[in-house]
């Protein structure tokens, strides 16, 4: 017997900066925010989910490139201490090592990161998985490391890669 999930609902990505990561994820790469940007003190259950313990203070926005808002989502947080100052997170720490984000035009995207001056860590590259089944890569990252693909499926259509 299986779990039965269904798809993916979000992902997080946790920032020092928030303003700057913000601005990363929607003016550069085009994301649209889902409701409003919402500022909280962690209470008991938001700890518990996130394993963290104290007073923690989080700044977040969910983030989409659908526009479908019941679609897969970022969830972008940032929390701070007591004093204001980020929760420190080390690169010891297992935890998502990079994103797959799907764009329609790899030219346009690589002007559009050119243009806003975002460091090219490789390609695009072209990269074969399987037969028949191709796509193109531009490998970047977030203002806070966060490695980013951004890939485009020429042979999908507007189906998934």
């Known amino acids: 017997m299986t779990l039965g999930i269904t798809h993916l609902v979000h992902a997080n990505v946790v920032c020092a900066d928030f303003d700057r990561s913000f601005d990363f994820y929607t003016r550069v790469l085009g994301a649209r925010l889902i409701g409003q940007v919402f500022e909280f003190d962690a209470a008991a259950d938001f700890q518990a989910i996130l394993d963290v313990t104290g007073s923690v203070r989080c700044k977040a926005a ?78 970047i990252r977030d203002p806070d490391g966060t490695m980013l693909n951004l890939m485009e499926f020429p042979e999908l259509g507007s189906g998934r890669g």
């Not at 346009?108 to 796509?135: F, K």
């Open 62 to 139: 969910l983030l989409t490139w659908s526009d479908d808002d019941a679609a897969t989502y970022l969830d972008l947080l940032c929390f701070a201490d007591e004093r204001g100052e980020p929760v420190p997170r080390t690169a010891k720490q297992p935890g998502l090592a990079r994103l797959g984000l799907r764009v329609r035009d790899m030219t346009a995207t690589l002007a559009r990161i050119r243009e806003h001056d975002v460091p090219v860590v490789a390609g695009p590259v072209t990269l074969t998985p399987m037969p028949g089944r191709h796509r193109h890569v531009l490998t």
